[in-house]
């Protein structure tokens, strides 16, 4: 190639592109581009020109050899395998893998890592993962040649080595962090089956429900967590346990295999019976639990609703203490509780003037609700009245709560402290059967139960450490936050960066037969997961 320039009849001067060939032995000549009229300081322009059409010819040469298929979702697969490694999961995954289960045909490893990502990326059931989710994961870090029989036999395996991995995740926890659990939150809940079937197993019976399915069979699960609200362990009971009579397998637990010296066991009011808090004693363990004021004697009672010889803590809280036999007791009066109690009655008592305003004969049901049937001045069905004193009785219980505890080396104020604690085995109920979505199951056998709720344990283990790195992250950068007058409002949630992280995708580019991964760009609220947990962001082209 080479520049020509041509005259036009007027004698004007133009810059032609020209390439030589030969046809049938003849040389010739053919214009490739027109760059313009012959001037003054045209040269200069003129390599800019040819630099652009050079490039703009590499580049349509290039893309004839680039071939792109499909994306696939990589951002929260790199943070859970980054947290996996960390917290010592695969650890006991690859022992349980190569000690328990040495002729398993399958990854064991990476199936497992598969649907814990998928608790957070999509969670369905494994059927659907198997059938619509699994080929859109980043094929590098899962198997997209995974059997669905491999995900049912890894929830098997799972079950059977629950007790295995939660002894092992305790104590790698641990010897990591030095920490020492000497406080232990516990709570109960209920998962729903979208079915009725309760003869598979001794798990899915028909049961109260803590979310008021009485169409549906259930399960009971009994967590325990620590104060940071990461779980060490669970429990399952059928569907029909009264969850008064679940607490003495959890504390043999932290006692026997945990192996905690002293511990301090909080729990809500639903587990305080006599038996309950003996046991505790027994394995010479301390408890913080709730009470009910109202399971007391009358006259003992009075004294206990006296606000004035409450001790006022702020304008929002008082306490007071006593004695229950050995125990202390521990009543509390706050003013936010005392707010929403008057507005709960309020609400009832409402509801009951307008149905006794009806003229009508009030049914059965509304008689025997127990929210309204304390109000009521009942003689028959068609004579009922509003019970003006127990409505005023009621009202002088506006706010108080009772906590019950043999824990001596604290203040009735760092009791209470401890006791509110219980909000975060809450929240991770809130997250395992939200964000998580533990239920409804779509396992009958109390094998496939457990090794699913196994699976979840795994997901909310990884979604607590998340949380507890972002907290943390989120004090340092607000206290230096503070020295420049910049106060951010709240921590990131884990959900909120799993959500951008599900945006970040790796992308397969083929050039001349060969296959390299690009990843897109990181958005800014996983950029700051990444960096809680002082992970490095990963560079543009993936390494396989």
Known sequence: MFIKITKNAKGIGYYHLVESFRDNGKVKQRTLLSLGRVEDGKLEALGELISKHV?????????????????????????????MDSLGINNILR???????????FDFCKVVFTQVCSRFI????????????????????????????HIYRSLDILAQSKEQIESYLYSYQKDLFSLTVDVVLYELTTLRFESTIHDEGTLPQFGYSKEMRTDCTQVVLGLLTDT???????????????????????????????????????????????????????????????????????????QLYDLSKFIPINDELAIYESTHGSDRLIITWSKSRADRDRKAREEIVEKIRKKLSANKPVSRSFITNTNY???????????????????????????????????????????????????????AF??????????????????????????????????????????????????????????????????????????????????????????????PNATALLNAIGMRIPPKLLET
């Open 55 to 83: 490039e703009t010819s590499q580049i349509f040469d290039l893309a004839k050899s680039i071939d792109i298929k499909d994306t696939y979702i990589l951002g929260p697969l790199l943070v859970l395998q980054r947290l």
């Open 95 to 105: 022992t349980i893998r190569h000690i328990n289960h040495k002729r398993l045909k």
């Open 122 to 149: 999509k969670p369905v059931s494994k059927l659907a993962l198997y059938d619509h989710w699994l080929e859109r994961l980043y094929p590098v870090m899962i198997d997209h040649n995974t059997a669905l029989h």
């Open 228 to 302: 940071d609200g990461i779980p060490l362990c669970f429990e399952v009971h059928p569907g029909n346990t009264f969850e008064g009579k679940t607490l003495e397998n959890i504390v043999d637990k932290i006692k026997e295999r945990f192996s905690i010296r002293r511990f301090v066991f909080i729990a809500d009011r639903g587990l305080f019976s006599s038996k309950n808090l003996e046991h505790i004693r027994a394995k010479k363990g301390e408890f913080i639990v709730g009470m009910k004021i109202n399971s007391l004697p009358k006259a003992r009672r009075k």
């Open 373 to 427: 049937r304390k109000y009521l001045i009942i003689s028959s069905s068609e004579n009922c009245q509003i019970n003006d004193a127990a409505i005023e009785d009621e009202a002088g219980k506006d706010g108080f709560f009772g906590v019950i505890t043999n824990v001596r080396s604290m203040s009735a104020q760092q009791i209470v402290t401890n006791y509110k604690q219980l909000w975060k085995i809450e929240d």
């Open 430 to 523: 809130g997250e395992i059967k939200g964000s998580l979505k533990a239920r409804p199951m779509f396992h009958w056998t109390d094998r496939r139960i457990i090794g699913h709720l196994v699976l979840c344990f795994l997901a909310y283990y990884c979604e607590a450490n998340l949380t507890k790195a972002l907290r943390e992250n989120f004090l340092q950068l607000q206290s230096k936050s503070i020295e420049k007058k910049i106060i951010k409002q709240r921590p990131l949630t884990v959900v909120q960066a799993m959500q951008q992280l599900c945006d970040v995708m790796a992308i397969p580019v083929t050039i001349k037969n060969h296959t390299y991964w690009i990843r897109t760009d990181i958005p």
